[in-house]
């Protein structure tokens, strides 16, 4: 079945550096890709996607590219602040037109912005 | 607001008791999913519900794992039984319409200590 993988799986930076936080997934018939976030002691709640017929998707100080070919994903931060500091999960999902899809996820990076 | 709801919030179990886990999605979702957390797998999928019926049980979980859905706005997950190696945060999670790439929202999830 479809895996997803994130590297890296921890990272710490200074307040204001730009992060990148890479994301490949297995199965080549994957169509959407939605990324989460989840604070501390927070819950998990939804930052930006893609769908694969784009290469890129921004919102403020988010980036997110897609690579179809490569089945490689990335998500940029920039302008980091410590209320960034999260750990970051990217998904993906089988066809999602389809009833019988389910949504997979890496096993998350975990980011500390010091300030 | 009223998101998704999960109870308990915390639960210990001795070795090869029954728990049951609950789950209230957000009034008017279609969709809902459990998933399993630890730091070393990261989100696992353990079910998904679409309007009641269920289109995922989970694989390697089916065996001791059994997700509910007996009304629109009511879920349950029981461990039967329970073994030390399920001690993990246990997360609810709803949608609207999942099958239209809409966002999920989760639960503060319970976490289950299995002694």
């Known amino acids: 079945g479809e895996q997803v993988e994130q590297l890296p799986s921890s990272l710490i930076v200074q307040e204001g550096a730009s992060v990148l936080i890479n994301c490949s997934y297995t199965?080549?018939?994957?169509?959407?890709f939605p990324w989460y976030k989840q604070e501390p002691g927070k819950r998990l709640q939804f930052i930006i996607d893609?769908?694969?017929?784009?290469e890129r998707k921004q919102t403020q100080r988010l980036t997110l590219l897609f690579d179809k070919k490569t089945k490689h994903l990335s998500l940029h931060i920039t302008a980091t602040q410590p209320g960034d500091s999260a750990i970051y999960f990217c998904?993906?999902?089988?066809?999602?037109?389809?009833?019988?899809?389910?949504?997979?996820f890496g096993i998350g990076t975990l980011l500390s912005v010091k300030p | 607001d009223a998101g998704v709801t999960q109870t308990p919030r915390h639960e210990v179990a001795e070795k090869g008791q029954t728990i049951i886990l609950k789950c209230e999605p957000v009034?008017?979702?279609?969709?809902l999913f459990w998933y399993r957390q630890t730091k070393i797998q990261g989100l696992e999928l353990l079910s998904y519900?679409?309007?009641?019926?269920?289109?995922?049980d989970g694989g390697a979980f089916k065996d001791r794992f059994k997700a509910e859905m007996l009304n629109s706005s009511f879920s349950t997950l029981k461990i039967q039984p329970t073994e030390p190696k399920d001690s993990a945060v246990y997360l609810c999670?709803?949608?609207?319409?999942?099958?239209?790439?809409?966002?999920?929202?989760f639960g503060s999830g319970t976490r289950l200590t299995v002694l």
């Open positions: 893609i769908r694969s017929n784009m």
């Open positions: 999670a709803s949608s609207p319409d999942w099958t239209s790439a809409e966002t999920l929202y």
């Open positions: 519900f679409r309007s009641k019926s269920l289109m995922e």
């Open positions: 998904s993906a999902s089988l066809n999602y037109g389809s009833s019988g899809n389910k949504l997979i």
């Open positions: 199965d080549s018939a994957s169509v959407y």
């Open positions: 009034s008017g979702h279609n969709d």
